[in-house]
């Protein structure tokens, strides 16, 4: 009996563990009013623009932390991702068409907590440039008066 018990309760363990591989399903406005976004469009993860943005963003993490901005990748060639996590096929796409990315190579926007896109740019965006424009928004002015 104990070792039937034991398998059911092994079973249940397996079926409750999340599947850490599997991929996001993202809609933008799931960060809607709870996130900026970044997103950067490029043709693969290697690509040297895509390389030079990303690497400055992560070494500006403080920064971003604090302005409540999540990065998303989204590649014509590899997978895209959110802060890392992978994303479905179609959160992709989604992403991709709502934006209207058709930029040869690559694109970076900066879109704010209500869903407004508040910056475009077809050249790598430097942290200092990406805080000055979050910090000129109304809400970012408000958020640095409550702390």
């Known amino acids: 009996m104990k070792s039937i018990q034991l398998l059911l309760f092994s079973i249940f363990l397996l079926m409750s563990t999340p599947n850490y591989s599997d991929k996001v399903d993202l809609n933008l406005s799931d960060l809607k009013w709870k996130n900026r976004v970044v997103v950067v469009f490029a043709e693969h ?13 992560r070494n500006a993490k403080d920064g971003i932390k604090e302005r409540d901005v999540v990065i998303i990748s989204i590649f014509k060639d590899g997978e895209s991702n959110i802060d890392g996590l992978p994303l479905t096929e179609l ?14 190579s690559f694109a970076f926007i900066l879109i704010g907590k209500d869903g407004g896109v508040k910056m475009r740019e077809q050249q790598v965006v430097t942290p200092g440039d990406l805080f000055t424009v979050i910090d000129r928004m109304p809400m970012r002015q408000r958020e640095k008066r409550k702390y």
């Open 45 to 57: 993860e290697e690509g040297a623009h895509y390389k030079t943005q990303i690497n400055g963003l």
């Open 91 to 104: 959160s992709s796409q989604k992403i991709h068409e709502k934006l209207n990315s058709n930029e040869q």
